[in-house]
């Protein structure tokens, strides 16, 4: 599935309380006692504490206590904004290494063309796999407005389309998938690959125009990742192939990208980049044990033992919960204060 | 009379009195003896010490009436929704299964003593809540789905206008084995072992008619305040049904609920329930910073107020904010709602339910809504809502992935009628 979070422009879609959480949570720093002793007395109905509901590698633990109910609370001071400007070097670095990887795709469709043409079914899936691979670590691209039909084209599924994959819209990676993993002839699907390969060529062309907001840059520093649990890992993009541990694996390295982009933007604030690159590293080492695991490549979905189930889906949830920290530490202005509802009496009209 | 119908559980049991022998008399002598001992544990001084109100499991809720029960009642804490299809032969073998669902639900609404009767044979009741089967505020909601009405048993002229195959709307991901279905059973009642006896007990009864097609539990959060009023929260912790037309409101449920111009006469009084299984994607959820969050649904997370207010039922005055700088054009509540005369007559009446069921192959947990919507038109109203609600941000953290559209026939006029039986009279 492809769709995209849409970014909510109002409203400083990047968080005031997420900054004052990390400010509050880092800020007091150490390690917070996680459970309360059984001798304690029981915290007053008033107020509530959430503790330790992320320990990153156990480098650190985040902590929560916080009131509600309008007891007084005093909010971290807010970090500075950071300027639109500095995020124009980052995103014109992506914009190239997306444009990089678009050209790698065509190479990849063409040996797919040709595995199609010679009928060979091994080898076009394995011409698809790579060139899937390549489109998600666009990652960071909102493939909306203008190239959101392009992206429907190429990377669509079929939910969500009336007659699901008998819809004449039904087309692009899924349903080239769809015919290499059930019985259809691959030389059938040629026509859908060459028409895949347009398109790329076409979202290549376009790709230099297509708008990447700071805001959305920095939203998709975690939101790629939760595209993979969402979408990848539970299969519901790759119902065929069930490839979601290669397509994960190319999120990451998407991921990666974006941070080494925003690295020097982010700085030090708030400890967020040990803390994700920390996260980072488990995740890769993960995915790296895996492939050593089942011969050097990465294996469907249905093939993860358990534990190396369990063992992707934690290292990526601990990913994510370090990644979601970026979008607070890169506002590029405050928070706006919300205006309070008039009483009913008071007329406001100019 | 019904002719003998061998899959209804409380017909069978009148075949095996009328079979009169020895096993009969002595058995009703032990139910009456089990009756008297689970009366005198009843007593007000032991009660107390329980953990289950006694008065809440004595509550009724009468099955019979102009309209079915689980519609207008208030949602209690438990729910059950399950989908059958019919398997039965012919016509008149699944109006025998319709008789005999109306007919075991009303008992169970009702509650009493479970019969033994034959010690050598199943018991006629599963005894999953003991030898007396409490109320507990049960109510079983049938409604029909719109295969149903295809040729199978000559009902297609008598199909509700509306009732059609619930379409796939954009953000859907559908899942065939967790969608539509010949019927839907709704039941709900107060503790969570009352809808697991009753949904076994009504499956025994229709058993080789209407099987299971796909099922899920639902659970409300608790009423947790600040006051009784305020609404119970979903799993996005937000609080849900705020805007709820009042059912308090007779001449509004006319216009917004019950089903009657242009519809077949026996559907009149009915009313078109929508069931979608939604899917929330929490962890993704709660990585997304708390304002916006808010301004995602449009609502203080901590009160349920308007953004910009302080009471959960505030007017969220749109009429002051019409750029959306305080609620966002594109918050849920203002998509779902926009609190204009020229949609005030698409305004359905809410009835969802919390799901949790595991988690899925990425780890993730598989919890969400089961969204419930009762209506008078599912084009004016529910349809009409959720296209518009395709262009709101919150569509990126759910995923509907089951349900359908339902009809659901006026309710059983008393004991000698069953639900659904106006479809049978015309010939």
């Known amino acids: 599935m492809t769709r995209r979070r849409v970014p909510v422009a109002a409203a400083a879609v990047c968080v005031a309380l997420g900054v004052f959480l990390a400010v509050v949570l880092l800020g007091s720093g150490g390690r917070t006692q996680t459970a309360r002793p059984a001798s304690a007395p029981l915290t007053p109905l008033a107020t509530y504490s959430l503790r330790a509901p992320h320990v990153l590698s156990t480098d650190r633990i985040y902590s929560l206590q916080g009131l509600v109910s309008g007891a007084p609370v005093t909010p971290a001071p807010e970090l500075p904004p950071t300027p639109v400007s500095a995020f124009a070097r980052p995103i014109a670095l992506y914009r190239a290494y997306a444009v990089g990887q678009l050209g790698a795709m065509e190479r990849q469709i063409a040996r797919l063309e040709g595995a199609l043409a010679a009928n060979d079914r091994v080898a076009a899936r394995a011409a698809w796999r790579s060139a899937y691979a390549r489109y998600l670590r666009l990652g960071a691209v909102y493939l909306a407005g203008e190239v959101a039909t392009l992206n429907q084209q190429i990377d669509g599924t079929a939910s969500g389309l009336t007659g699901g994959v008998a819809s004449p819209q039904f087309s692009g990676l899924h349903r080239i998938e769809l015919g290499l993993w059930t019985e259809a002839p691959p030389r059938a699907l040629l026509g859908w690959a060459r028409r895949l390969d347009v398109d790329v060529r076409e979202l290549r062309g376009a790709l230099p125009r297509v708008s990447i907001t700071p805001l959305e840059y920095a939203t998709r520093a975690h939101e790629i990742l939760e595209d993979a649990v969402r979408d990848l890992l539970s299969g519901a993009d790759v119902p065929w192939s069930g490839e979601g541990v290669l397509a994960t694996e190319a999120g990451v390295r998407a991921t990666e990208e974006v941070i080494s982009t925003l690295r020097p933007v982010i700085g030090g604030a708030e400890r967020v980049i040990p803390a994700v690159d920390t996260e980072l590293v488990a995740l890769r080492s993960a995915i790296a044990s895996i492939a050593a695991a089942h011969g050097g490549r990465l294996p469907p979905n249905g093939q993860l033992t358990q534990r190396q189930s369990v063992l992707l889906n934690g290292t990526l949830g601990g990913a994510l919960e370090a990644l979601s920290q970026v979008p607070g530490v890169l506002e590029t202005e405050a928070p706006p204060q919300i205006p309070q509802i008039p009483p009913r009496d008071v007329r406001i009209d100019p | ?427």
């Open chain 2, 1 to 427: 009379m019904s002719p003998l119908d061998r899959r209804g559980f409380l017909t069978r049991s009148a075949a095996l009195l009328g079979a009169g022998g020895v096993g009969g008399i002595g058995g009703l002598a032990r139910a009456s003896a089990q009756a008297q001992g689970a009366a005198s544990a009843t007593a007000p001084s032991a009660a107390q010490e329980w953990n289950v109100s006694q008065a809440q499991l004595e509550a009724r809720e009468p099955f019979d009436g102009p309209h079915q029960a689980g519609i207008l009642t208030p949602a209690p804490a438990q729910a059950t929704f399950a989908a059958l299809d019919s398997i039965a032969p012919d016509r008149g073998t699944l109006r025998e299964a319709l008789q005999a669902l109306s007919r075991r639900a009303r008992e169970l609404t009702v509650g009493g003593p479970i019969p033994l009767l034959e010690v050598d044979a199943p018991p006629v009741d599963s005894g999953v809540l003991g030898p007396v089967n409490a109320p507990d505020a049960l109510t079983v909601t049938i409604a029909f789905g719109a295969s149903l009405f295809d040729g199978r048993y000559g009902l297609g002229a008598q199909r509700p206008r509306e009732l059609v195959t619930m379409p796939t709307f954009a953000i859907d991901d559908l899942d065939p084995a967790q969608s539509h279905g010949d019927m839907l059973l709704q039941i709900c009642a107060h503790e969570r072992d009352t809808v697991t006896h009753t949904l076994r007990e009504l499956l025994r009864t229709v058993r080789g008619s209407l099987q299971l097609r796909w099922m899920i539990d639902g659970f409300s959060g608790a009423a947790r305040g600040p006051s009784p009023h305020n609404s119970p929260r979903n799993l996005f912790a937000f609080r849900d049904g705020t805007a709820n037309p009042p059912t308090s409101d007779p001449a509004l449920m006319d216009q917004l609920v019950w089903a009657g111009r242009g519809e077949p006469a026996w559907a009149v009084g009915g009313t078109y329930q929508v069931a979608r299984i939604i899917r929330m994607h929490v962890e993704f959820w709660d990585r997304v910073g708390m304002s916006e969050q808010e301004n995602m649904i449009g609502r203080v997370r901590a009160s349920g107020a308007p953004l910009g207010g302080t009471d959960e039922f505030e007017d969220p005055r749109y009429d002051l904010d019409p750029e959306g700088k305080r609620i966002p054009l594109t918050a849920h509540i203002r998509t779902a709602n926009p609190r204009t005369p020229a949609t005030a007559d698409q305004r359905i009446l809410r009835r969802g339910f919390n799901y949790t069921r595991g988690f899925d192959p990425a780890g993730a947990l598989d919890q969400g809504l089961m969204f419930v919507a009762f209506n008078q038109s599912p084009t004016r109203q529910f349809a009409t809502v959720q296209k518009r609600l395709l262009a709101e941000p919150m569509i990126d953290y759910i995923t509907p992935v089951g349900g359908g559209y339902f009809f659901v026939p006026p309710g059983a006029r008393g004991e000698a009628d069953w639900v659904g039986s106006g479809l049978f009279v015309a010939t």
